[in-house]
């Protein structure tokens, strides 16, 4: 199975700036999407972006041109820079991976755990 640790959350000011990792660990034959998701207070989860293995980052409209997302493949590591924050980024953000942990298996969706971003003066 696929373990997903998340770490960099916080608060900050309005105008700030966070950077959000999330490592994968354990029994990974190969990982297809990293991503980040998140869920705001009385909101439903969603995107905010996304990574594949092979093309282009994809981005939800209200994070674009201040979000970054990338990833390491020789860590099992995804990064969310996070500038300009807004108090509406206010949010528990998970990272989410699409894999597959033996050749031939199914590709499984994992989930890490959360970590609280608060943006406030």
């Known amino acids: 199975q696929v373990q997903l ?3 960099g959350g916080g608060l ?4 700030g700036s966070l ?5 994968a660990s354990g029994t990974i034959f190969s990982i297809y999407v ?7 207070p009385g909101k439903q989860r969603e995107l ?3 990574v594949p293995s092979a093309g282009s980052a994809a981005y939800a409209d209200s994070v674009k041109g201040r979000f970054t997302i990338s990833r390491d493949d020789a860590k099992n590591t995804v990064y969310l820079q996070m500038n300009s924050l807004k108090p509406e980024n206010t949010a528990v953000y998970y990272c989410n ?3 597959r942990v033996v050749s031939g298996g ?3 969706t994992y989930w890490g755990q959360g970590t609280q971003v608060t943006v406030s003066s």
């Open 5 to 7: 640790v998340e770490s």
């Open 12 to 15: 900050v000011q309005p105008g």
């Open 19 to 23: 950077r959000l990792s999330c490592a």
């Open 34 to 40: 990293m991503g980040w998701y998140r869920q705001g």
């Open 48 to 50: 905010v972006a996304a």
């Open 97 to 99: 991976t699409v894999a």
């Open 106 to 108: 199914s590709v499984i």
